[in-house]
């Protein structure tokens, strides 16, 4: 059974840090891609970062290119999402996700089927 759970979000200032973490069992890391997405209130949820281990690949939006970065540690089953240089625009809720990869990455909000419950992230000017 797969299971995902978040933790550190939280508020920051404009230009400060925080580093999310998401406890993934019940996957195979190399067969899984993984990922985090982010939604405000009244949008769309988007992805942020991407990670498939099997490709050696990690995918950012332009919005966050540069500021956040994704790793994952499959001998503690975490995944992690870096954000540096946060903006007021980042505030949202967090979620991690997870899928059986296929030929190709998944990037989509929809090709994911497993999901945490989210954390909230606040970024004040």
């Known amino acids: 059974q797969v299971q995902l759970q978040e933790s550190g979000g939280g508020s920051a200032q404009s230009g400060g840090s925080l580093r999310l973490s998401c406890v993934v069992s019940?996957?195979?890391?190399?067969?899984?891609?993984m990922g985090w997405f982010r939604q405000a209130p009244g949008k769309e949820r988007e992805g942020v970062a991407i990670?498939?281990?099997?490709?050696?690949?990690?995918i950012y939006p332009d919005s966050v290119k540069g500021r956040f970065a994704i790793s994952q540690d499959s001998a503690k089953n975490t995944l992690y999402l870096q954000m540096n240089s946060l903006k007021p625009e980042d505030t949202a809720m967090y979620y991690c996700?997870?899928?059986?990869?296929?030929?190709?990455?998944?990037?989509?909000?929809?090709?994911?089927?497993?999901w945490g419950q989210g954390t909230q992230v606040t970024v004040s000017s």
């Open positions: 019940g996957v195979t890391y190399s067969d899984y891609c």
């Open positions: 990670i498939v281990d099997r490709f050696g690949v990690t």
């Open positions: 996700a997870a899928d059986l990869c296929g030929e190709a990455p998944k990037v989509l909000a929809g090709d994911f089927g497993y």
